[in-house]
């Protein structure tokens, strides 16, 4: 167990819907990051936290958007779903100034 | 920009066999260099790490690997494979100016016969 959790566990919907991921850190991490694991794309990152503010952005679309609240959990909020967006979604945390990141077990969304 | 590229997406191994699983990367800045296993339905372990100490890192589960800058190399090996080492491997380099995100090879999926 990474202390990394992800809720929820699984998410099914349909196409043109929106959801909510929600990632909670180890207790003391400061950084969240957000990766996509598909069979067509395979593991991508998509976006950093730091205490409450982005830090880093990487192949993510419009369509999504994350936020980091002051309690330091994570949201990951995909809309317009499309077939495509169907993958397992992973956070992950990490204390400032390291780079060991920690996996939580994702989030495996099917679009319908 | 960094990359890794695994090769071999599928390694077959008779169990007690050497385990070799090869990473390359890109990078035009001194890497941090990451291997993770990732068992069927569960998220990513951390095995072990590179961060520009000891160039032969040590990892759990009997892993090792060794950073060779020349060859540009991370290869990870354990002497003797054992069944429950059936999973999928990735090797990860993170450099700035991306900072800590990780950039991620294509995975290894690394079977072992009894």
């Known amino acids: 167990d990474s202390g990394v959790t992800q809720t929820p566990k699984h998410l099914i919907t349909a196409t043109g819907q929106r959801v909510t991921l929600r990632c909670s850190p180890r207790?003391?991490?400061?950084?969240v990051y957000w990766y996509q694991q598909s069979l067509d794309q395979g593991l991508q990152f998509l976006i950093q936290?730091?205490?409450?503010?982005?830090?880093a952005k990487g192949n993510i679309l419009e369509r999504f958007s994350a936020q980091q609240f002051p309690d330091l959990h994570s949201e990951l909020n995909l809309s317009s779903l499309e077939l495509g967006d169907s993958a397992l979604y992973f956070c992950a945390s990490s204390v400032a100034t390291s780079n060991e990141q920690f996996f939580g077990p994702g989030t495996r969304l099917t679009v319908l | 920009a960094q990359s890794v590229t695994q090769l071999g997406s599928h390694v077959s191994v008779s169990e007690g066999a050497l385990v070799l699983l090869r990473c390359n990367y890109s990078s035009s800045v001194p890497p941090y260099l990451f291997w993770y296993v990732q068992y069927p339905n569960q998220g990513l372990q951390l095995l072990l790490k590179?961060?520009?100490?000891?160039?032969l890192v040590k990892g759990i589960n009997g892993f090792e690997a060794e950073f060779k800058k020349s060859e540009t190399s991370f290869h990870l090996t354990k002497p003797s494979a054992h069944m429950s080492d059936a999973a999928e491997y990735f090797c990860a380099v993170s450099a700035p100016p991306t900072g800590n995100m990780l950039t991620f090879g294509g995975g290894t999926r690394l079977m072992v016969k009894p």
């Open positions: 207790s003391g991490d400061l950084s």
């Open positions: 936290y730091y205490n409450g503010e982005e830090r």
């Open positions: 590179y961060t520009s100490a000891a160039t």
